[in-house]
């Protein structure tokens, strides 16, 4: 008999609601008491509700969240150096954003508080905290508002970048360092310490399905650890001896009067003879 072919059909369906738009009849402020913090300590912010007619909103739910993205300091006049420690060549790990939420009530003035550990992760950079606190009527009308702070890991940064990003075995190359505050202002006479990692690639085969692919995960060895001071003007400088081709990573520790560390990176790629490490893509 002929062939036959069987098909199935299935439909999914969901419903929604769609509310009629509804001019908003207060508004929400969020206030902190500073724009930098460091690891480890609190952040207090305090919203506001207010009818625009004048007058609080009193008594009114209040949902509050903190939310974090990575932003490193930028610094006019040193665009080039690093004033992180991120690898570009490692593979991202998506993480919770989350730092914090909770619930509060507004007060006879239509304020309430809430507050927020500035705590970094482990081995973690300078974080964009969002506070964000949106407020309920008894209207059922809600409305948000929010504002920015950054976490910063110690009390100063270490600024890090090659003289040249090319170098060749056997020849010193120079690695340029400026020491700021959170805010960006220079500081001078600040130590710094300078570590040198030998980077590797260890790459090998892998399976997905029916497909083979390379892939190639770094390594790194340290194999240097520089020291340094900057002078009046903040700056200050090592010289890297590379020993054989392929690429190091360079990373500056600079330590605050508490104890914390704040690390920048930065590569410096060797050519010579022999064989370099190299990634397969």
């Keep these: 008999g002929a062939p036959t072919s069987a098909w199935a059909l299935t439909i999914a369906s969901s419903t929604f609601r769609v509310a009629e738009f509804?001019?908003?009849?207060?508004?929400?402020?969020?206030?902190?008491?500073?724009?930098?913090y460091i690891d480890g300590q609190t952040i207090d912010a305090?919203?506001?509700?207010?009818?625009?007619?004048?007058?609080?909103?009193?008594?009114?739910?209040?949902?509050?969240?903190?939310?974090?993205?990575?932003?490193?300091?930028?610094?006019?006049?040193?665009?080039?150096?690093?004033f992180s420690d991120d690898d570009q060549f490692r593979q991202a790990v998506v993480r919770d954003p989350l730092r914090g939420s909770g619930s509060a009530t507004t007060d006879t003035a239509?304020?309430?508080?809430?507050?927020?550990?500035?705590?970094?992760?482990?081995?973690?950079?300078?974080?964009?905290?969002?506070?964000?606190?949106?407020?309920?009527?008894?209207?059922?009308?809600?409305?948000?508002?929010?504002?920015?702070?950054?976490?910063?890991?110690?009390?100063?940064?270490?600024?890090?970048?090659?003289?040249?990003?090319?170098?060749?075995?056997?020849?010193a190359a120079r690695i340029e360092l400026v020491t700021v505050d959170t805010?960006?202002?220079?500081?001078?006479g600040r130590p710094v310490t300078v570590k040198v990692y030998e980077r590797q690639w260890i790459t090998t085969k892998a399976q997905y399905g029916d497909e083979r692919f390379y892939q190639s995960e770094p390594r790194d060895t340290l194999i240097?650890?520089?020291?340094?001071?900057?002078?009046?003007?903040?700056?200050?400088?090592?010289?890297?001896?590379?020993?054989?081709p392929g690429t190091l990573r360079l990373v500056?520790?600079?330590?605050?009067?508490?104890?914390?560390?704040?690390?920048?990176?930065?590569?410096?790629?060797?050519?010579?003879s022999g064989i370099a490490s190299w990634r397969v893509t």
């Design 183 to 188: 805010e960006g202002k220079i500081l001078a």
């Design 224 to 244: 240097d650890t520089l020291r340094a001071t900057t002078g009046s003007d903040g700056e200050g400088s090592v010289l890297v001896l590379p020993r054989k």
């Design 22 to 36: 509804r001019k908003p009849e207060f508004e929400v402020s969020v206030r902190r008491e500073r724009a930098h």
């Design 46 to 82: 305090r919203t506001t509700a207010a009818f625009f007619f004048g007058g609080a909103v009193v008594g009114a739910p209040v949902a509050w969240s903190a939310r974090s993205d990575p932003e490193p300091i930028r610094v006019p006049g040193y665009q080039r150096y690093s």
């Design 110 to 171: 239509g304020q309430a508080s809430f507050a927020v550990p500035a705590a970094l992760r482990a081995s973690e950079g300078t974080q964009r905290f969002t506070l964000s606190a949106t407020v309920t009527d008894l209207s059922a009308q809600a409305v948000a508002g929010s504002a920015t702070v950054t976490v910063h890991p110690a009390e100063l940064y270490a600024g890090i970048r090659p003289a040249q990003y090319l170098a060749s075995e056997g020849t």
């Design 252 to 272: 500056a520790e600079v330590t605050d009067a508490r104890g914390r560390i704040a690390r920048s990176a930065t590569f410096l790629w060797v050519s010579g």
